[in-house]
Nanobody, 125 residues
Framework: VQLVESGGGSVQAGGSLKLSCLVT????????MAWHRQAPGKERELVSK???????IYGDSVKGRFTISQDSDANILYLEMNSLRTDDTAVYYC?????????????????????WGQGTQVTVS
C-alpha cells in the first residue's frame, strides 16, 4: 500500500487549498481513510476521517471549514480546506486502514494498523 499526498503549499489566512492523496494497492470503500496533521512541537491530530461505514468525522477545529471526500475510481482521497487560519499550519498526512482479506470468499476485516503517506506541508500566514 502506498499513499502519496499533494496539494500543500503556502496561503494567506482566509484562503483555500485542496489536498489530494493517491492511494495504490488498497481497495476503497472497505475500511477507513483519514487525514491527520502535525504542527511543530505538537502531537499528530485527527483532521477528518471516513469510517468503514462511510460516515465522515471532523475534528472540532475544522468543522464547517474542511471537507473530506474520495474518488474511488481514481483512487484519490481529498481534503478541501477553506477559511484557512494560521493555526492550520502543519504537515498533513493521509492514512488508510489496513485490510485483511480471507480467501476463498475474500471477506475482509478492517485492522487496527494504518498505512501513512509522507505528508505535505501547509503553511498559512
Amino acid at each position: 500500500v502506498q499513499l502519496v499526498e499533494s496539494g500543500g503549499g503556502s496561503v494567506q489566512a482566509g484562503g483555500s487549498l485542496k489536498l489530494s492523496c493517491l492511494v495504490t494497492g488498497w481497495t476503497f470503500g472497505k475500511c477507513g481513510m483519514a487525514w491527520h496533521r502535525q504542527a511543530p512541537g505538537k502531537e499528530r491530530e485527527l483532521v477528518s476521517k471516513i469510517t468503514k461505514e462511510g460516515k465522515t468525522i471532523y475534528g472540532d477545529s475544522v468543522k464547517g471549514r474542511f471537507t473530506i471526500s474520495q474518488d474511488s475510481d481514481a483512487n484519490i482521497l481529498y481534503l478541501e480546506m477553506n477559511s484557512l487560519r494560521t493555526d492550520d499550519t502543519a504537515v498533513y498526512y493521509c492514512a488508510a486502514q489496513g485490510i485483511l482479506w480471507r480467501p476463498p470468499t475474500y471477506t475482509h476485516t478492517c485492522l487496527s494498523n494504518w498505512y501513512w503517506g509522507q505528508g505535505t506541508q501547509v503553511t498559512v500566514s
